[in-house]
């Protein structure tokens, strides 16, 4: 059993805490101009992670859409079909079987996203019904796959609130969740040799880019090199609460955040290097480089700021 969102929308928070002047409506909506996705099909380029805590998920679904785009749309049962005659797609995602394994379960899933209307009682002000920055956000050619993935997710926990990192019931991470697959998970703590080794031989057996997620440690301290100046501290950010500092190029790297592998620029033993993006993608160009930006680490740096790396063979 699984919980329609488009009813329950007075139970949603978003963290702007009304005031007697000020009042937040929500209702789902379908966007204008969306689409499935574009002429170019799924691509990790389309996820755009709010400010919900899911990048467990949303980092997945754009390494998914990186290594198996078909997976998620377009091939043999693929995790997103549709739509039917009344407009809804089916989303097919895994949960556990009670025994050890994963079972597949279907969910009817309407294109309709969440928006929000401030009223300002005070400045007499209304803003226009807009999508809210919370939930994943549509890409630049309005395609919604991510967000009704997201929307799914939300459905089969119970609401939105329940799918975040620190709340979510299903004991699976993301790329378990989208493919039924067992992931390989290590603790960068306990050596970085395996990890590293395993993920650059999967590289170069099957020659694609494998799922791959590398988490940042849960505290990262900044060094006065690594702190913002005032003028930076102004600039737009992610509004998901994460700690961060100032990485190459004085670009924001989050504390407790899984980014995911892009490219794998250096496969020499000892000196392998790792492209990795941001859920978070700026798609609209909001972050600019401040956080909504790809990085490049190296062994050294993946030591010092991360503390995990999950592969989903």
Known sequence: AYTPLDDITDNFVDGNKDREYITTTYKHKTLEDDQLTDDQGVNPEDVDQGALADCYFLSSAASLAQFSPETIYGGEDAIIQGPNDKGEYTVKLYIP????????????????????????????????EDPSRVLAQSSKQKEIWPQLLEKALAELEGSYSEITGKKKQIPLRGSEILTGKKANYYKINEGIEAPINDLIELYQT??????????????????????????????????????????????????????YLKDISNTTKG????????????????????????????????EKYFRNIIITP
């Not at 079987?97 to 279907?106: A, E, F, I, L």
């Not at 702190?227 to 998901?240: Q, R």
């Open 271 to 302: 000196a392998e290097t790792f492209l990795l993006q941001n859920p978070h993608n700026d798609t609209d160009g909001w972050l600019e480089k401040h956080g909504g930006s790809e990085i490049t680490i190296d062994r050294n740096e993946l």
């Open 97 to 128: 079987d009670g025994k050890n394994g994963t079972q597949r379960v279907s969910l009817q899933v309407k294109p309709t996203f969440l928006t929000k209307t401030v009223i300002n009682e005070y400045l007499k002000q209304s803003d226009q």
């Open 206 to 259: 099957t020659d694609k880019i494998p799922m791959t997620q590398f988490g940042t440690k849960l505290n990262l301290k900044p060094t006065k090199e690594e702190t913002e100046t005032e003028t930076e501290k102004k600039l737009p950010k992610p509004a998901s609460g994460e700690a961060y500092i100032l990485y190459k190029d004085r670009i924001r790297l989050y504390a407790n955040h899984l980014y």
